[in-house]
């Protein structure tokens, strides 16, 4: 059983050796435990740091792509290195190295894929509390729209089994934290959360400038993954709106119409129209979006099978 943790790095030389010395050497049930870096186009040093301990792999991005991208060429790495389970980690040692055996446990005992470490929010003295408040909300709104009990949906501390892995996909450019939640929950991949410690803060969040920056970004993020993964169900209730409006209209038209023999309200029956119309016309679009989303499951799991076959061939070359 290999365990590869990787680290998405943005200009971390000065946190960098700390994070790694935090790390665990040994895990009961892992046999091998390797270290892999993102370099996400870091200005400084950040290769020389890691190469000077003894990370095994790096991953080099010319210019910064963004955590995101970082995320999933890490876990592409890992898989094509031999990778049965992925941890994933944060450069500034936010989290407690000792837990990553907290995370893999529940994949080691096959209970889950993936394991999310739940940060005690309340309890950590650098969050300020409206960012404790928004985390909270930002998880509950994840938790809706994935259908999960995920309680820390934005924590970056988290395992994945090879299987899990291959299944990712991260389309949105900001973060794969709400993303990752949305599709496993919707994909029905085995997901769990376990409680876990978090260190002093060394630096401030490099993931967003103001608090309603992140804010924004993040409902955004959460909405798109709610379109792509249910299309349908979103432009139906998007739809029901208007629809539902002009029904209205319409039958306040024929209670006029029956009590006023004059005619008129002309401009009820026009708007009602207008409404019916624009609601149907999204429904309608909403099939649209199921029928796309149903192809981009077909593609998926092309995909899913093509890395499987990727994998297999390089174990067996590695072997010969």
């Known amino acids: 059983m ?40 870091s200005l400084d040093n950040t290769v020389e740091v890691a190469k000077n301990w003894g990370v095994h792999y790096v991953v080099n991005f ?10 999933m060429a890490g876990l592409d790495a890992c898989l094509r290195n031999g990778a049965d389970i992925i941890v994933n980690t944060d450069a500034d040692n936010q989290y407690y190295g000792n837990d990553i055996e907290k995370l893999v446990r529940p994949i080691l005992d096959g209970k889950t894929d993936i ?9 950590t003295e650098h969050f300020s509390p409206l ?118 209209l319409g039958i306040r038209y024929l209670i006029l119409l ?11 029956l026009i708007l009602a129209s207008i409404l019916i119309m624009i609601g149907f016309m999204t429904m309608i679009i909403g099939l649209q979006a199921d029928i796309i989303a149903a192809n981009r499951k077909i593609l998926e799991d092309i995909q899913y099978r093509t890395k499987h076959i990727e994998l297999e061939a390089t174990k067996k070359n590695e072997k010969e």
């Not at 943790?5 to 435990?33: F, M, V």
């Not at 010319?62 to 995320?71: H, I, M, P, T």
């Not at 029956?258 to 009820?268: E, K, L």
Request: charged letters at 25%; a positive charge; hydrophobic letters at 40%.
């Open 62 to 71: 010319k210019r910064n792509k963004g955590l995101a991208k970082g995320f």
């Open 258 to 268: 029956a009590s006023d023999n004059t005619g008129g309200h002309v401009q009820s």
């Open 115 to 123: 394991v999310i470490g739940a940060r005690p929010i309340d309890q």
């Open 2 to 41: 290999k365990l590869i943790i990787q680290i998405p790095c943005y200009n971390e030389a000065e946190t960098l050796e700390i994070a790694l010395n935090d790390l665990p050497k040994h895990i009961d049930g892992i046999d091998e435990i390797e270290y892999l870096i993102i370099n996400d186009g």
């Open 131 to 248: 960012k404790k408040k928004l985390q909270h909300l930002g998880s509950w709104v994840v938790r809706k729209a994935s259908n999960t009990d995920i309680p820390d949906a934005p924590s970056g501390f988290r395992a994945y089994s090879r299987e899990a892995a291959m299944r990712l996909n991260v389309t949105n450019e900001y973060t794969y934290t709400l993303e990752t939640i949305v599709q496993a929950g919707r994909e029905k991949i085995a997901m769990t959360s376990v409680p876990i410690r978090t260190n002093a803060e060394l630096r401030p969040s490099r993931l967003f400038h103001s608090m309603m920056g992140y804010v924004k970004k993040s409902m955004l993020t959460i909405m798109r993954a709610f379109i792509m993964y249910k299309p349908l169900k979103f432009f139906t209730l998007v739809g029901l709106i208007p629809f539902f409006a002009g029904a209205a």
